[in-house]
């Protein structure tokens, strides 16, 4: 923002230069490193499963295993605090647009989507283990949200064609997870058009208060 002052001109708004978006674009990929989204063992280990009279509420993450900590799902809920912004259809718009006007990141949009694919993809080939298993639900993830830009009513022209040519590479390289290849097929196919990405949702944090009120 800028403040008008008397007797100066205005020097306007400018966009971020290319080194420094592409820096930031990495330094956002990092976050969806499974090593870094894994939960150490010794933590796991405090966390024991919940008795039966204490339900889940907004300082837990959800969970798919029952009453125990369910790490997968927590990788998910911290990957998608990052994806739902990469990849926020109004500002894959803006990227587009300034590489048409030879401004931001170099390659604009198609560098912003085969960085992150490639990182993505990269990431499945080389881990193993549990977090073999958080590469693989953060990648469905992400292919949530590139469906959600391609059909997304504020989605431009040349940002839809991009999220198509980015989903058809993707195709193209292959992918050795049968459900991870079937969901590329089908959000092509516009199976999953009115799907909105729902990830498990991540807690609001402690200290959020009380439900109970004190009348004393």
Do not use: W
């Not at 989204?37 to 933590?43: A, D, R, V």
């Amino acid at each position: 923002h800028e403040i008008k002052i008397p007797e100066q001109v205005a020097t306007g708004s400018k966009v971020v230069s290319a080194n420094q978006q592409k820096a930031a674009l990495d330094a956002v990929l990092n976050t969806l490193d499974a090593s870094a989204l894994s939960t150490p063992k010794k933590l796991r280990q405090l966390m024991g499963a919940r008795a039966p009279q204490y339900g889940r509420d907004r300082e837990t993450f959800a969970s798919d295993m029952g009453l125990v900590f369910d790490p997968i799902s927590a990788a998910e809920s911290a990957a998608d605090h990052s994806l739902k912004f990469l990849l926020n259809p109004q500002r894959l718009n803006r990227v587009h647009l300034q590489h048409l006007g030879s401004e931001g990141l170099k390659g604009g949009l198609k560098t912003l989507l085969t960085s992150s694919s490639d990182f993505l993809l990269n990431q499945m080939k080389e881990s193993k283990g549990e977090e073999s298993l958080i590469s693989m639900q953060v990648f469905s993830l992400y292919l949530d949200y590139l469906n959600h830009a391609l059909y997304h009513r504020s989605s431009q022209i040349g940002t839809k064609e991009s999220v198509r040519e980015e989903l058809m590479r993707i195709k193209e390289l292959g992918l050795s997870a049968h459900e991870l290849s079937m969901k590329v097929d089908h959000i092509l196919e516009g199976k999953h058009k009115d799907q909105i990405p729902e990830a498990a949702r991540i807690p609001d944090g402690s200290p959020i208060g009380s439900t109970m009120m004190c009348t004393h």
